[in-house]
Structure formats: structure tokens, C-alpha cells
């Protein structure tokens, strides 16, 4: 199974995406932890990416495409995987299809985690990750809105999309996904 997990700050994304990559026991690849990890650790990325997360900015699509490229050649994700965080814009996502098509492999859908807004920012309020700060929240808010939701389009025209309900609790939200993916 090759699952995109969309959504905003705060939706939910990286909740689902453990709990689906533990039902089917394949790899979570989430670009905000890579980014967090490299940032604690200082490594080139690292230093490379903290200015942007700490404005609540996107990286730069090359930084963050490189580094996809290389996490999908590992042999770990033969059997599947749960993208969580990427793509977030529309150039992300035509990558990915790019990439994927070299790879020989080919997604099985986006699943979107729709939440309202008010959710969006008081749960991200409510986490404490350093970049969770009030300004820093509304300005992924807004870029989520900006830069993200275009691609709910993209994946819509392909037939590739699925929207879920996010605003519930997350054992719900993961039934729900599990019946639209027809798995018991
Ligand atoms: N695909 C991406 N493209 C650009 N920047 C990214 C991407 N994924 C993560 N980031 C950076 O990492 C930060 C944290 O990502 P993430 O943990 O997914 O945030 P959240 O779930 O709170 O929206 C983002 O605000 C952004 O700066």
C-alpha cells in the first residue's frame, strides 16, 4: 500500500499515518520529523531548513525533493509506505508522480484529512514543538491554504483522492479510512 496523508497543521496527519503504517506494517516517511531530527542533530539540512520551520515557512521544494528522492530508493519500502508532509505544493506533487513513475511504483491514493480551521489551529496550539508558537501556527495555516490545497485538485482529477472527516476521534478517523481503503 502507498499512501499520501494530506492536511493541515493540526489535522491529524502524523496520528494517522503511525496508525496506518502499523495496520499495514510498512514504513512512515514524514518530512516534518526528518526536518526536526536533522535540525536537532545540525546536520546540513539541518541548518539548511531551521530558519524556515522556525517562520512556519516551507522549505525549498528542491531541499525537500532531494531528500524524498533518496528516502524512496531505500530497500525498506519495497511493500509501501505512508508519506506524510509531502507533497505539500503542486510542484511536490508532480515530482512525486515523476519519481514514482522511475521507480516503478505507483500511489494508491491521497487520503485528506479535512478539519476546520479553528481545529487546525487549536490543536496545533496545544502540541509543544518548537515552531508551535501562535504566529508560527497561522502562518502554516495560511500556507496550508495557499500552497496545499491546490493539490487536493490534482490528485481529484486522477482519481486518486479520498476525504475523511478529521474533526473526530482518531479511532474513528482510522476506521473510516480503513472502510474506504476496503480493508476490514
Ligand atoms: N514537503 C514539505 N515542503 C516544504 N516544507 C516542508 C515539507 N514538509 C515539512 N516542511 C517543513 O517542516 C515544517 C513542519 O512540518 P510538519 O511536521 O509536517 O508540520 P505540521 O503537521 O505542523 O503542518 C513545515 O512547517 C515546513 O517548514
Redesign the pocket.
Known sequence: MRLVILG????G??TQAQRLCRYFEIPQI????I??QAIAKVTTLGRH?QP??AK??????EM?IDLIRLRLKKADISCGWVL??????AF?AEELDFLLDNLGQKLDWAIYLQVPEAVMVSR?LGRS?P??QPEIVHR?VE??YDRTVPILEYYDRRRRLLTINGDRLPEMVEQNILTLLGVP
Open positions: 493541515g497543521s493540526g489535522s496527519k502524523s514524514s518530512t516534518g520529523e526536518l526536526r531548513a524556515y520551520l512556519g515557512e516551507l522549505v525549498p521544494d525537500i506524510e508532509g509531502y507533497p505539500r505544493t511536490q496545533s514543538l515552531d508551535d502554516r500556507i496550508f
